[in-house]
């Protein structure tokens, strides 16, 4: 049989495929990973690839692909990879997107992976101490700052009270070694022995739902180890209002949630020192991000003036305090450094996406859209960034809907509808089954339901479709998902109309936010040339679905870029570098705050955003079009 060559990059992986087999054929027989959910039926529309060379070589686009793929990305190569066919001898090259791979898009939650140059706010030096003699009784003190100052030319060196206290511990040893830990001019730390080789920092990206920690060697720059945790002061409200009301109303309640989150970290630090042979009396330098309720939280400062108008933080600049101010259990001379802050509902945690994607040194427009329970949105016009941050709910991480779960095992993670007869396929987590399901699954479902008719560009559910899939409960219309048998529950995963209502209010309240800035630039949707998608559910979501409901400008979903947890990124890199941490200041001075609920046109905007994908189809050309073919498909809506 006559065979040609497929090359798929970016993996470089290369084999044979016969004539008549498809793209998809040739990724499974070499191991590249192609998101399939459909099983090649070429429904689902997830295995999108884009044809580098050999075009000539794959047969003629299908009816199928003409419904997934807008006439603009066929000129720019894109099919679908089981539905494009080798029909000629000769080498063909695939590019496979990062969105339309299944493990790797998991992997990417660990965050964008910005090199900086190494430039520790901690040092530590080894150096050989001289014994007191009676001749000359010099003081402990005495002998390790002429030390400092001959071996290492450390000069004007002010010694920290812990290291004071540790002072006696390090004398008397035979070879008269004690290593220093120096930070910015302070001697805040002394062993009694060459430790050199162990200088350990800890970066934290509290946000209001979910800590992430990582473990970094500060010799190196290396990540040791991470580690992650829902945020224990969900337990005292789900979003940051409540958690201010709650922390407003006494001294007690803020420390009690100051002290559960410093108590979960410390917890996440043990845990990773313990994985990496680590005392966690080694790790010496702590960077510490969040949006600025979680910041005034950690630090133990009231949040009760970013309740009220007009929302002003107690203070926007880098904080530096000492790690045992705030109960951090590492090495007790240590210090930890927050972030500064851009405005009350805008936080350090905006800075660090900023820092990890370098969004400020690009010349061409851009937007960053840090996706959570608040929402952060960044945008560049080349020259100035402006910044907001919207109340987006719980939704996108599976709160606030019937069967909406986290991306936990079992949780329905991908979604498609077949549009002849409505019935779905999906993905779980891990394949377990279905429990629930979790953001992008339920972005999935809304833009499938939405591209089958299911629901129309309102959000509301076409109850009269003749499915046994659609029914009514209680008087409220809903689509079945999951049977109950199918299930690890005993009842239906259902997409309810609040389900859908729930989602129209959060992407809603994320384009608002975005359009707004991108009109105070005078941006269009055309101008912007990269879109970065932040957070854990930003970067499990399909970009497709999530254009398709209008969670964001159209763009091109090539010029979507998955970041994962940039504020993480951020946090690193400020852990590693004194120059990042002077950069994150400079830039948090000059990113100017807009607040979007004294617009003039925030309550226009918003209620045109609540329709899929906008109640204007012109904001959305490409994806209008591919809703109009999907809904000639069954017959008009
Ligand atoms: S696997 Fe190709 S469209 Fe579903």
Redesign the pocket.
Known sequence: MSKAIIAFTPEGKKGDVSVGETV?DGANRLGVDIS????????????RVVVESGRELLGPVSSLEFI?ISDEELRRGYR????AALVGIGTVKINVPSQSRVGQQRLLVAGIQTKVPLNPAVRKYTVKLAKPTVASPLSDVEILLNALADQEKLRRVRVGYEALVRLPHSKGREDGVATVTMREGELIWVDPHDSSARNFGLAVDVGSTKLAAYLLDLNTGEVITSASSLNPQIAFGEDIISRITYASSSDNNLKRLQGVVIARINRLLHDMCGQAHVDPNEVVDAVIVGNTVMHHICLGITPEFLGRSPYAPVVRSAVNLQSRNIGLRMCPGAYVHSLPIIAGFVGADAVADVISTQINDLDVPAVLIDIGTNTEIVISDGRKLIACSCASGPAFEGGHIEHGMRAELGAIEEVYIDPYNLEPGYRTVGGAAPRGICGSGIVDAVASMLKCGIIRTDGVIVSDLSSPRIRRRNGVAEYILVHKEDTTMARDIVVTQDDIREIQLAKAAIFTGTSILMSRLGLRAADIEQIFLAGAFGTYVDPLSALTIGLYPEVSVDRIRFVGNAAGSGARMALLSVDVRLKAEEIAEHIEYVELATDKDFQHEFAQAMYFPHKEPSRFPMTAEKLKKRVSRRGPA
């Open positions: 998809l399939a959910v459909c099983g090649g039926r070429g429904i689902c529309g997830k295995c997934s679908l990879a089981c539905c």
